[in-house]
């Protein structure tokens, strides 16, 4: 009796199972696709040498520095001054008659005296040399550079070394970033011009500026420098005003940031995972391809050997 209930007890639970068996989406291989062979094994090898290549050229990519560029419309906190970085020749000019101004653009009031404790004048045969760093109120209007000595129309002849506005920047600070992105002429457009005025009139330079925001080496290491460009324009000199050259500003409401990006350890897990998924899909993919394959082929051939000995 007891092993008549342990029979009905065994029927029961394979009944059971049968049921539970419509629900399986996991078939099981057929028995060639577990088989070892040779050209499992060469498959296998293949496999493991692509998950290797595309694991190392994933961990290169992720540990090499990336940078991205964005554009936005904000102002910068706390950015109410510009500096401007000069290296400035007068020609036939000494330092003691050289006068610097920050207008407002319209009626050409006087905004405020321009700091120049950082900038030195030094006398040479040439002229004067202007070089250092000044900051004037960030208003819109226009650095002013008047030379008061004899008539009041003269000729302003003069060479600009170096002109950068923001935070001042070294053009090997910038090596990280592709001449293609950015070109280090967009910071110091002026660098080596040389003009001079018509007698009689100002010569006025019109800068159109952009703030930009560089992410150094990292995230907090940030300098803020202006790109811009500009053009030349002539004006007649007031009637008693002494001839001057004029820097217009004109601040563009959009800011460049030239930043790292940063990627997780998960992100790299993540990569690896589907490295090793998918290449392993595919093999399994190939592997049963090649073996139903054969496996027709071999079925055709016996086919035809089998009608042609029934033939014969």
């Excluded at 592709?178 to 003009?195: T, Y």
């Excluded at 790292?260 to 790299?268: G, M, P, Q, T």
């Amino acid at each position: 009796y007891n092993e008549y209930k342990s029979y009905l007890r065994m029927e029961e639970d394979k009944t059971q199972t049968r049921v539970y068996d419509q629900f399986d989406i996991f078939k099981s291989l057929p028995v060639e696709s577990t088989t070892k062979s040779t050209r499992g094994g060469v498959i296998t090898i293949v496999a493991f040498v692509i998950i290797f290549l595309l694991v190392l050229s994933e961990t290169s990519e992720f540990y090499t520095e990336k940078r991205y560029t964005t554009l936005s419309v904000e102002r910068i906190k706390g950015n109410d001054r510009i500096y401007a970085h000069i290296k400035l020749l007068m020609a036939e000019t000494h330092c003691k008659h050289i006068h610097f101004a920050y207008k407002t653009k319209k009626h050409e009031f006087l905004v405020g005296a321009v700091n120049m404790k950082d900038v030195e004048f030094t006398d040479v045969e040439e002229g004067c040399e202007i070089e250092g760093s000044l900051w004037v109120s960030k208003v819109p209007g226009f650095l002013e550079i008047t030379v008061k000595k004899g008539h009041h129309n003269r000729i302003l002849a003069h060479t600009v070394e170096s002109f950068q506005l923001g935070e001042e920047l070294h053009r090997d600070e910038l090596s990280f970033i592709d001449d293609s992105v950015v070109s280090w002429k967009l910071f110091e457009h002026l660098a080596g011009v040389s003009s001079s005025n018509p007698e009689g009139y100002d010569m006025e330079y019109h800068l159109r500026l952009v703030q930009t925001h560089i992410e150094m080496d990292t995230r907090e290491d940030v300098v803020r420098p202006y790109q811009y460009v500009y053009n030349t324009k002539v004006h007649p000199t007031p009637e008693n005003a002494y001839s001057s050259l004029r820097f217009y500003f004109d601040w563009s409401p959009l800011t460049i940031q030239y930043g790292i990006r940063d990627y997780l350890y998960s992100d790299l897990l993540g990569r690896y995972i589907s490295i090793v998924g998918g290449v392993f899909t595919l093999s399994l993919f190939l592997h049963n391809l090649l073996i139903n394959t054969s496996k027709d082929y071999s079925e055709r051939s016996y086919q035809f050997l089998g009608t042609t000995n029934l033939g014969a």
